[in-house]
């Protein structure tokens, strides 16, 4: 089993940054790729970026592209979401997530954070 905790939300001005951070607990070693989501208020969840677990290979949404980058740090098991220019739009609930294999499905959540982008 693999726990995520996702941290770093809060509220910030339009124009402002982020930077979200998920720790990973338990087998991580097992794991292909880590993923952000967001949900916001009556709209379906949608992908914001993913990246293998090892590092390599960031996809970054084009709704988000040039303002956010996600990476990771293995030696601390944490991945992060670096936000920045921050859009009213943008606001959400931020979740981390992890697959064993690729990005098809996602084993294992995080259980949110919330961004709150003030215009």
């Known amino acids: 089993q693999v726990q995520l905790v996702d941290t770093g939300g809060g509220l910030v001005q339009a124009g402002g940054s982020l930077r979200l951070s998920c720790s990973a607990s338990g087998r991580a070693d097992s794991l292909s790729h880590m993923g952000w989501f967001r949900q916001a208020p009556g709209k379906e969840r949608e992908i914001v970026a993913s990246?293998?677990?090892?590092?390599?290979?960031?996809y970054i949404a084009d709704s988000v592209k040039g303002r956010f980058t996600v990476s990771r740090d293995n030696d601390k098991k944490t991945g992060y979401l670096q936000m920045k220019s921050l859009k009213p739009e943008d606001t959400a609930v931020y979740y981390c997530?992890?697959?064993?294999?690729?990005?098809?499905?996602?084993?294992?959540w995080g259980r949110g954070t919330q961004v709150t982008v003030s215009s």
């Open positions: 990246i293998w677990w090892s590092g390599g290979m960031p």
């Open positions: 997530a992890a697959s064993r294999f690729g990005t098809a499905g996602w084993d294992y």
